[in-house]
Every structure is written in C-alpha cells, then in structure tokens.
C-alpha cells in the first residue's frame, strides 16, 4: 500500500475511503471550534479570548466545515462513493477520472477552509455569508466564496457522476423498484445538488465582486438589495438541508433492514412518496429562513404552508422506517444502537420545527438557541449519527475487519448523553428568553448561565464519545479480527463480494437473482 | 360527451372536508376575536403546537419502542416475519397518515395566519417612531423630532410601531418581552408592533441578526411609563429640541 497509489486512485472505493478521511478531520477541526465556543460561553464576560472577532471566526468555521466539510462529504462523496456501485452490481463509477477530480477539488477546499486558521485576516461572516456585512468586514470574504466554489463544484460532477451511474450501470436484475433505498437517496440529494448549487454559487460570487470589483449586487445606496442575497442563498441551502437528510435517512434504512432483518415497510411510499416527495417541495420553502427577513406578507404565508406540508413526505419515510421493525428480529450491534438513536433524534429535530414553520411563532424563535438547538438535533446530530452508524456498519466491508463492539457502545451512550445535554437545554432557553444566538458574549442574560454551563459540560461528554468512536475506527482498522464478508447477514448487494471488495468489486460482471431483493428477509 | 361516474365515497369525503373546513374556519374567527395583543397569542399558540407535536412524538415514541422491545431476536439466524403490503394496503398507508398530516398541517397553518395577521394589522391608535439601526446602537426618533439612543421611552396600553432602517449592516430590532423581532436593513423598510402594558416596566431589546464584532453587545431597552408620565417626558424633550433650535 503506498501513497502514490491512494492519491491517484480512480478506484471509487478509495476515492470514497479519501473522502471519509478528509471529513473526519473536518469534524474534528470544526469539533474543537465547537468546544472552543462552548468553553467561552461558560460564563459571562471573556474568557477563553478577550477578543469576539476571535469567536466570530470559531463561529464561521465551525458552521462552514461542518456542513461543507464534513457532513456533505461525508454522506454524498463517502457513502455514496463506497456503497453506490457495489449496491448496483457495478465495476466502479461512470467516471472514474472524474470522481477522482472531485475528491481533489474536496480537498483543496478543506484546505482552504484550514486556512483560516493561518491568514491574517480570516473571514467572520458565518456560514451564510450575509451582506452587507460580508462586502464591509476586514476578514477575508473571498476565502469564504473560493471554498464554497470549490466543494460545490466537488459536488456538482460528482451529482453527474452517480445519476449516470445509477441510470446505466445496475447489474442485470437489479431493477429500480429493487434499488436500496438508500440508492435512492443518494439519487434524490444530487438532483437536488445539480439543481441548487449553481445558485449558491452565484450568491458567493456576487458578494466576492461587490467586495472587490466594485459591484452594486447588494448595495442599496447603488440600486442593489441586501434581500436578494438571503434569497439566493437559502434557495440553495433549504434543499442542502434535505442533501444532508435523505443519504442519512437512506443510511439508516439500510440499517434498520439488517438488524432487522425484515422488508421495509411500504417500500414504495418511502421512495416515490418519501424520497421524491421531498425533491418535489425542497425548493418551495426556503422563505421560512427569511421570516423576520421583512420579505412580502404574502411570501411568508405561503411557505409556512409549503413548509408544513413537508410534515407528509417525511412522515412517510419515519413511518416506513419505524414500521421496518414490526415482527422484525432485531439486535442491537453498535449500527443498529446508532440507527435508533437517529429515529429518536429526528423525532425530536423534526417535531421541533414545525414551531418553526410557523410564521408568526418565528418571529419571536428565530435567530434564538432554539433555532440552534432545532436543527443541531434534525441536521447536526441526528446526520452525524448516522454517519457514525454507517461508519460501523460498512467497517467490515471497507477493512475486513471488526471493530470493538464494546467501545462502539460506549461511544455510543457517551455521546448520546453529551448531545442530548446540549441541545434540549439549547431550545430549552432559547424559548424560555429568547436567548439570542451567534452572541459572544450574554451580559444582558444574566439568567442563560447555568444553562451554558450545562451545554459546556455536555459539549465535553460528547467530545469523549466521539474521541472513543474515532479511535475504535483506528485501531480495529489496524488490528481488529477478521470479520468475514457478511458479518451481519445482510441481503444487500454490496456484501455478496468479499470484503474488502478487490479493483473491480466482483470477478466477473455479476447479475441479481429473480428472486433477489436488498430486503428480502424472512420467507424465501 | 362523456359519461359521468362518481367515484365510491365521494359524497362522503366531500361531507368531511366540508366539515373539517368549516370548523377550520370557525376556529380561525374565534382566535382573531381573542388575540387583540401579539404576545398572549404568541404564547396561546405556542403552547397548543407544542401539546400537538408532543403527542406526535411520544405516539410514535411509544410504538418504536414498542417494536423495539417486543421484536428482540431471540435467537441466532432469526428472520423477521413481516409480510409484504397488498396494493390496497399500500396505498392506504400513504392516504390515510397523508390526509392525518395535512389535516394537522392546515389547522396549524390557519392558526398561525390568524395569530400573524394579529401581527400584521397595526392598531389605528398608536405611537410610531422610526428606528435607525447602526453598528452598534439603536436610534428612535420620534414624530416630532425627539430621538434617544438605546431606549425607547413610551406609554402603557397604547401600541407602539416602529419603521425600521439599518445605516449599515442588517439588524434585527429583537422584544423577547412581546414576542417579537424583524431585521432592519439599509435600502428598506420594515415594521413591527407591540403592546407595552405595565407602566415602571423596562424590556430587553437586543441584536438578533449578526452585524458585527460586537454585535452580542448591541442592547437596550423598552421603558414604559404611563400616560401623564410619558407626556410630561415627551414635552420636556421637545422643549430641549426647541432650545436647542434656538440656539443653532
């Protein structure tokens, strides 16, 4: 195994395998911003840094390589990566170079982001990038429109990639109503990404030519409309919320499936219904970001319609994953513990927000902790959990090797408590007071203290479970025992090749039964 | 010309939506008859989405868990036994919990529009100031020309507007107090109101749209005086604006 091999590999396992590297580190670099906030918000006044230019760096980056760096890479580059072509029965990708172009373009954009860690003049406009603010601030808004150019280009050929993938290279046999579900996912995020990102891209653009062109996009004073901005931007990243959902909703049906080992309930509700329901709406309630925004009336009541209404598609999906276990024969393996705790956290995530989608509760909840604590449960938490739980349980495949069941479950329930003390209380005070967020500092909140002092200790809990979760990845990668090719018994199609899965996954071109399907447990 | 055919239990639907519309409505009229101030109907609302969600949650809490305990493998090699959907069953699992959603969903949404037309529909009787925001302070200017800086000094019982601008980054003019924020940024105008009621009261008012390094420090504050009170401050301000015009 050399170096050179692992950077020029077109091989889509690999490519997957880089991507999974590089998002790990983004997660711990954001983690560690994390930590820092919550260490300075533990009590009033300065403490870890006099200077709240500092946090507002902590803040970007932390929001930035989060979202960008780690749980987009993560889900669409990662599993999609890794699982796609071995779930179709393919040899690899349609485009291998280009895969393979793509995660460069990642890297050099987790790069880029690092970077701010060195410049000195870093960029501090969050993770949204709003002008006005982002074209007068001394930090460095063009790293902020280069990074999100860069890994939304690493995203846009890699949606290229697996729609063509998926469209032309199953295996005989492996229709589209016998895809995985979690194919189906993958399929659902990138339509969206092909379809959403260009606007971004042209959002970011524009703030980085009003900054340092000299162009008006934004400028009141000179015709432009600060308004414009927030809505291309959340026209874009509303969907990026659901880029995130599906891959993680799909990677959690495969697991519930397993463990299960059971059919998925009403699987076509899920994936016509649940899946394609959600593309169908995600681009139609990006105003509710924009509800104290002063956008038209008319505009803030029709999407707090649109916006409840996804309450359909997504009720679909939890009804069907939740109906999965019904005279299952369900365990309770590390993925399966990681599975569950995302059904649990999404219930509370997901319910939490239909406050939210109302337009006159928002005017009193937004910009407030509980808004963070909303999607930190829906997006954040419940998305890296079941990245976690994917992690585990496509170990075997991509290592041939088990991990520690036993710290798999420590990490676990470590975690859990860690993340379930932060973010309950988070939406917990921001309801109570209203507690603003992205503050530095909160003397005029005197009140907030013991609560960030839970969310600080709970913030260190939880950066124990996930040090115990990454370090039983490292070492059973190293020096776990032999695994076998299908440890857990599974009726997908990724595990009928060895693991781990050779150049070419299969020796020859393989093909799916009559009678194969991903989920068919129980009666033969 | 083609034939007409009904389709089974349509009269029947039609009876129900007819019925769920109409009480819909009813409920929206009884609300707007209730809600005279933003804040109570805030909380009202609130506190009936959060009984609503909470009984979706722990409903499908409780049968997870259910599933989860009653469905352990018992032994190695165990396969689930769930069979298959028929068609029609399949359907109905997507009709009947769609219907059950959107139901919530609309009922929720007439709600919540009765309670934002409450926030919408300013009160004719009011007091209006103008509100200039900048890095890092809040700038009221009265009607007649009285303007203070981080405090907003006005009557109880009578509903207070204000129109809003930003001089340079987006702000948004936050009253966790009555429930209520909007942004004000450079190039438009927005509003907000609200009902002070309890004179010798002061309220927060605080930053909720990042604008700056210091943006966590851009607070003031609502004090509420009563009527004579607010009357007699108002006079003396407008007396000192006139001196002050005197002089120059």
Redesign the interface.
């Known amino acids: 195994m050399n170096i050179k091999e692992w950077i020029f590999t077109t091989d889509h396992k690999r490519v997957g395998i880089l991507y999974l590297i590089g998002s790990i580190a983004a997660f711990v670099v954001a983690g560690i911003m994390a930590g820092l906030m919550r260490a300075e918000l533990s009590a009033i006044g300065p403490t870890v840094t006099a200077n709240p230019t500092t946090y507002n760096v902590w803040l970007y980056a932390h929001g930035a390589i989060m979202i960008l760096g780690f749980q987009i890479p993560a889900l669409t580059g990662f599993f999609a990566n890794y699982c796609i072509p071995l779930m179709i029965g393919a040899k690899d990708v349609a485009f291998p170079r280009v895969n393979a172009l793509s995660v460069w373009l990642f890297y050099v954009g987790v790069i880029l982001a690092l970077l701010t860690f060195v410049i000195p003049d870093p960029p501090d406009v969050l993770w949204t990038g709003y002008p006005p603010y982002s074209t007068i601030t001394t930090g460095n808004t063009a790293f902020y429109t280069f990074t999100v150019l860069t890994l939304g280009f690493a995203s846009i050929i890699g949606g290229v990639n697996f729609l063509t993938t998926v469209v032309y290279m199953r295996a005989p046999g492996i229709t589209w109503n016998k895809l995985n579900i979690f194919v189906w996912c993958i399929l659902g995020a990138f339509v969206m990404q092909l379809i959403f990102v260009p606007v971004l891209g042209s959002a970011v653009t524009l703030i980085s030519f009003d900054k340092y062109l000299g162009t008006h996009f934004f400028d009141p004073a000179n015709g432009g409309d600060v308004l414009t901005y927030q809505n291309l931007f959340w026209f874009y990243s509303h969907p990026a919320v659901y880029v995130i959902f599906l891959p993680y909703i799909g990677v959690v049906f495969e697991i519930v499936a397993t463990f299960a080992k059971n059919h998925v309930f009403n699987y076509k509700a899920a994936v016509y219904g649940g899946v394609g329901g959600i593309v169908l709406i995600s681009g139609e309630v990006w105003i509710h970001h924009l509800y104290v925004s002063g956008m038209p009336d008319w505009l803030r009541i029709g999407q707090m319609v649109s916006t409840l209404m996804i309450s359909v598609p997504v009720g679909l999906l939890v009804i069907s994953l939740v109906g999965t276990l019904y005279k299952g024969a369900i365990s309770f393996e590390t993925p399966m513990l990681y599975a569950l705790g995302v059904v649990f956290l999404f219930l509370i995530g997901g319910l939490t927000g239909i406050p939210l989608a109302v337009t006159a509760l928002t005017l009193n909840l937004s910009e407030t902790y509980y808004v963070v604590g909303h999607f930190h449960y829906v997006m954040a938490v419940a998305g890296t959990f079941a990245i976690f739980g994917g992690v585990y349980y496509w170990f075997p495949k991509m290592t041939g090797k088990m991990y520690s069941e036993f710290w798999g479950k420590t990490g676990f329930w470590v975690t859990f408590v860690g993340v379930n003390a932060v973010f309950w209380v988070m939406m917990d005070i921001g309801v109570k007071i209203g507690l603003p967020r992205r503050y530095y500092d909160y003397a005029q909140f005197p009140e907030a203290l013991q609560s960030q002092q839970i969310m600080s200790m709970g913030a260190a809990v939880i950066a124990v479970g996930a040090a115990i979760t990454i370090l039983n990845w490292i070492i059973g990668a190293i020096q776990g025992p032999k695994a076998g090719n299908n440890p857990w018994g599974s009726q997908s199609f990724e595990w009928t090749t060895v693991s781990p899965p050779p150049h070419g996954n299969w020796p020859s071109p393989p093909s799916a039964a009559e009678s194969w399907n991903p989920y068919a447990y129980g009666k033969r | 010309m083609h034939k007409q055919r009904r389709l089974p239990g349509c009269r029947t639907g039609a009876v129900w939506l007819g019925g769920l519309a109409s009480w819909l409505m009813a409920s929206m009229v009884q609300a707007g008859e209730k809600l005279h101030d933003?804040a109570r109907?805030?909380d009202h609302?609130?506190n009936e989405?959060?009984v609503?969600?909470?009984v979706?949650?722990i409903v499908?809490?409780i049968?997870?868990a259910y599933?989860?305990i009653r469905?352990?493998?018992?032994s190695p090699?165990?396969?689930?036994?769930?069979?298959?959907?028929s068609a029609a069953a399949?359907v109905a699992?997507?009709v009947i919990?769609?219907f059950v959603?959107?139901a919530?969903?609309?009922y929720?949404?007439a709600?919540?529009?009765s309670?934002?037309n409450?926030?919408?529909d300013v009160p004719a009787d009011r007091l209006e100031v103008t509100l200039e925001s900048g890095m890092y302070s809040w700038d009221y200017t009265y009607a007649n020309g009285v303007r203070t800086q981080n405090e907003l000094i006005v009557p109880a019982g009578k509903p207070v507007m204000l129109k809003m601008h930003s001089r340079?980054?987006?702000h948004?003019h936050?009253l966790?107090d009555f429930?209520?924020?909007?942004?004000s940024?450079?190039?438009?105008v927005?509003y907000?109101w609200f009902l002070p009621k309890e004179a010798g009261k002061e309220h927060?008012v605080?930053?909720?749209?990042?604008?700056?390094?210091?943006?966590?420090?851009m607070?003031g504050k609502v004090i509420v005086k009563t009527e004579a009170e607010f009357k007699t401050w108002l006079d003396q301000e407008t007396a000192k604006l006139g001196n002050k015009a005197k002089m120059t």
């Open positions: 933003p109907g805030w609302l609130w989405v959060l609503d969600i909470t979706i949650g499908f809490a049968i997870a599933f989860v469905y352990r493998r018992t090699g165990q396969q689930g036994s769930a069979t298959g959907l399949a699992w997507v919990p769609g959603f959107l919530d969903d609309l929720i949404a709600q919540g529009w309670l934002w409450t926030y919408r340079d980054t987006i948004s936050y966790p429930r209520v924020k909007e942004d940024m450079p190039g438009r927005t907000l927060l605080t930053c909720t749209e990042y604008c700056g390094v210091m943006h966590s420090y607070a």
